[in-house]
């Protein structure tokens, strides 16, 4: 038989070696998350998928499951914690959904609603980072980026073209594009490396295509976020 731990009383199954996050996903059970990916190792930066074990808090993304742990996530405490954190995502940058190519196909968006926001409830921070539209087929954001670093862990382990990379610190750390003209044109970036296809918020668009999917057929429109578990992977057909 193999190995359990209980997440919110329910046993979960997992391999030696599984995160908690990777176990409960694979179970079928959500865990708020936007810097996990089920294709690359942990980031551990957004710390939506905090999760209490034995009483103390840690990020599930990061954590090795152990048989016989009793793990909390879908508790009040924990869901106010978590919609406190996108608040701050939220006034971070300038996310202005309803202007946005992504609305309806945004991770971020899609967790917001998941976990109620209903207002920002901080002060915006209104950043004004120059857009990058110097590549033929695709534009940068600047301005939505959470630093998943999805796109830096996609173009660096998969595509090996490190076109990405997170620079500055504190308040002032920001997605970079690694050339000398800090402009993806000037990069070997392609329509066809995983990382033009990682984000999931609306930093890395490709340029045409956006509003081209009716509101009702968006990928959150049909699925909330706590269907869609594995929704950094190319969409599913239903
Ligand atoms: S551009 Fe997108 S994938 Fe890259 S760090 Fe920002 S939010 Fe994450
Ligand atoms: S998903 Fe665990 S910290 Fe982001």
Redesign the pocket.
């Known amino acids: 038989m193999s190995k359990t731990f209980t997440l919110d009383g329910k046993e979960i199954p997992f391999e030696d070696g599984q995160t908690v996050i990777q176990a409960a996903l694979d179970a079928g059970a959500y865990i708020p998350h936007l810097?996990h990916h089920p294709e690359f190792p942990p980031s551990g930066s957004c710390k939506l998928c905090t999760v209490k074990i034995d009483g103390r808090q840690t990020a599930s993304c990061t954590r090795r499951a152990e048989a016989g742990m009793t793990v909390e996530s879908d508790t009040q405490e924990l869901n106010d914690e978590r919609r406190s954190l996108t608040q701050m995502l939220f006034v971070e940058g300038n996310h202005f959904c309803p202007s946005c190519e992504k609305s309806g196909d945004c991770q971020l968006q899609a967790t917001a609603y998941q976990l109620h926001m209903l207002t920002p409830h901080y002060d915006h921070f209104f950043p004004n980072r120059p857009v990058d539209a110097s590549h033929p087929d695709y534009l940068?954001e600047?301005n939505?980026?959470?630093?998943?670093?999805?796109?830096?862990r996609?173009s660096r382990d998969v595509d090996g073209k490190n076109v990405?990379a997170?620079g500055g610190r504190g308040i002032g750390t920001h997605?970079t594009v690694n050339a000398a003209s800090h402009r993806l044109a000037d990069t070997d970036f392609s329509a066809d490396d995983m990382?033009a296809k990682?984000?999931?918020?609306g930093?890395?668009l490709k340029k045409r295509v956006g509003f081209a999917v009716p509101i009702g057929q968006r990928t959150f429109d049909k699925k909330p976020a706590a269907d869609y578990v594995d929704s950094r992977l190319p969409a599913k057909e239903d």
């Not at 939505?144 to 830096?152: E, M, P």
């Not at 990682?198 to 918020?201: D, E, H, S, T």
């Open positions: 810097c940068l600047f939505r980026c959470i630093l998943c670093s999805l796109c830096v996609a990405f997170l997605l990382a990682v984000c999931p918020v930093v890395i």
